[in-house]
């Protein structure tokens, strides 16, 4: 016990570094999360665009991520060899990357070369490389990755369990588009992307190192001011399908892919979340010893994995899972999941899953912010989803003291669960 609560006690310090601020831009009041650590001479920079990800490719699947895409193509004026080519002289690193809800620009540097990395993120936005020569790049290699996705038979069962979740949506679309969506894009559809999604508005700026919060505040300014201040807008909340169905893909293939999922009703917000984590690292997350590799595996041998985890975010809530089996189990490793999902359901878990799960979850806490861009990362998250500073150990704390009937009571609430639907790639 005193273990236990040293290791929080560390784990609070360590997060309560990390400060929340803002800072006005053009009459925008614009978040900053920021932590001071002088341990090594660099520096982290992120602008993260929220409501500004893939749920945004209402029109053209995977605009988003062709749009990071472009912006890693350097300056117009420059184009993108000679613009990597100063970035590397100075060890800059620059990259654009667009998630689910979000879309981010990352800026990291020696201490001594802030200011300059400052300079080429705002060179980056005032002039990106808009011309045919990197549209033509960006198509040719993202048809090439998706080309030979299509015999990577886990992608294609991942994409098809979404497309049954959410029924055809913005989320039921593959993240890097299909190739008939890519084949649309032109310059203008990025270029109105950008011009809409990157905003002053929707900015969050998180930044780690040895650097001096004023100066990194009077920089921020000065860049994002380049920006459009747009209009900021609630993450739409999207539904998963309540009626299960499932789907079967027909391929050459030596295996059988079996991918499934089912609504979970719970929002980013919900204080009940903690034992939401505990329930699933039971079910599924928490590999041997968890209840479907337990059965699917150790017991029947019908896999070398199998994993299910929740998926909690502003935009959807569901579970969903995975495993791989020979072509002849492949109705008997279905069969296994639905009925190890269901008595699961029934009859909750047991104390010793509940204490083993405990001493995993706090134990391996110090793992995950161990480094400045986890806590970075965690204090952002907080902040994102609604919460006050520290609510991470706040939630160990909830673990620590969760008492069985409690856990249990939770998990027969949660009967959603039951309604799966699957995605499966087979010969």
Same mark, same amino acid.
């Given at each position: 016990m005193k273990k236990i609560f040293l290791t929080l006690l560390i784990i609070g310090q360590i997060l309560m570094a990390a400060e929340i601020d803002?800072?006005?831009?053009d009459g925008i009041k614009v978040p900053f999360i920021y932590e001071k650590d002088t341990r090594l001479p660099l520096t982290t920079t992120q602008v993260i665009f929220t409501d500004a990800g893939s749920i945004k490719n209402t029109q053209i699947a995977g605009l988003a991520s062709f749009s990071a895409k472009i912006l890693n193509e350097g300056t117009k004026k420059l184009g993108s060899n000679a613009f990597a080519e100063i970035?590397?002289?100075?060890?800059?690193?620059?990259?654009?990357?667009?998630?689910?809800?979000?879309? %981010?620009?990352?800026?990291?540097?020696?201490?001594?070369?802030?200011?300059?990395?400052?300079?080429?993120? !705002?060179?980056?936005?005032?002039?990106?490389?808009?011309? +045919? $020569?990197?549209?033509?790049?960006?198509?040719?290699?993202?048809?090439?990755? +998706?080309?030979?996705? /299509? #015999?990577?038979?886990?992608?294609?069962?991942s994409n098809e369990l979404k497309n049954i979740l959410f029924e055809g949506g913005v989320l039921g679309q593959p993240t890097s588009g299909t190739v008939q969506s890519v084949n649309r894009i032109q310059l203008s559809d990025v270029q109105s992307f950008i011009k809409n999604n990157l905003v002053i508005s929707k900015a969050i700026i998180v930044v780690g190192g040895d650097i001096d919060?004023?100066?990194?505040?009077?920089?921020?300014?000065?860049?994002?001011?380049?920006?459009?201040? &747009?209009?900021?807008?609630?993450?739409?909340?999207?539904?998963? @399908? !309540?009626?299960?169905?499932?789907?079967?893909?027909?391929? !050459?293939?030596? *295996?059988?892919?079996?991918?499934? &999922?089912?609504?979970?009703?719970? @929002?980013?917000?919900? $204080?009940?979340?903690?034992?939401?984590? %505990?329930?699933?690292?039971?079910?599924?997350? &928490?590999?041997?010893g968890?209840?479907?590799? $337990? $059965?699917i595996r150790v017991k029947r041998g019908l896999a070398y994995s199998a994993y299910a985890r929740v998926h909690v975010s502003k935009s959807s809530s569901y579970m969903s899972g995975y495993l791989q089996t020979k072509l002849d189990s492949m109705d008997e490793a279905k069969t296994t999941?639905?009925? %190890?999902?269901?008595?699961?359901?029934?009859? &909750?878990?047991?104390e010793e899953e509940l /204490? *083993?799960?405990?001493k995993f979850l706090l134990g391996s806490e110090p793992l995950r912010v161990e480094t400045m861009n986890q806590r970075l990362? @965690?204090?952002?998250?907080?902040?994102y989803k609604g919460f006050k500073l520290g609510h991470s150990v706040q939630e160990l704390e909830k673990i620590k003291n969760l008492k069985l009937k409690d856990? #249990?009571?939770?998990?027969? !609430?949660? @009967?959603?669960?039951?309604?799966?639907?699957?995605?499966?790639?087979?010969?």
């Open positions: 803002s800072i006005n831009v970035l590397e002289s100075k060890a800059i690193s620059l990259s654009a990357h667009a998630g689910s809800e979000t879309f %981010v620009l990352e800026m990291s540097s020696l201490k001594d070369e802030y200011a300059n990395g400052m300079k080429q993120l !705002e060179t980056l936005l005032k002039d990106p490389n808009y011309s +045919l $020569e990197s549209l033509s790049k960006i198509k040719t290699m993202t048809l090439g990755s +998706l080309s030979r996705k /299509e #015999n990577d038979f886990d992608y294609v069962a919060v004023k100066e990194v505040k009077k920089r921020m300014k000065r860049v994002l001011s380049v920006l459009p201040k &747009g209009e900021k807008e609630e993450v739409p909340y999207f539904e998963v @399908r !309540e009626k299960p169905k499932t789907v079967t893909l027909k391929k !050459e293939t030596e *295996q059988a892919y079996i991918y499934f &999922g089912s609504p979970y009703n719970m @929002r980013v917000n919900d $204080e009940d979340y903690y034992k939401a984590r %505990v329930a699933t690292f039971i079910l599924g997350t &928490g590999g041997f968890s209840r479907l590799m $337990e $059965e999941v639905s009925k %190890v999902i269901k008595n699961f359901v029934k009859n &909750g878990v047991t /204490e *083993q799960t405990k990362n @965690r204090t952002f998250m907080e902040y856990l #249990n009571k939770f998990i027969k !609430e949660h @009967r959603e669960i039951l309604d799966i639907s699957f995605a499966i790639v087979t010969k």
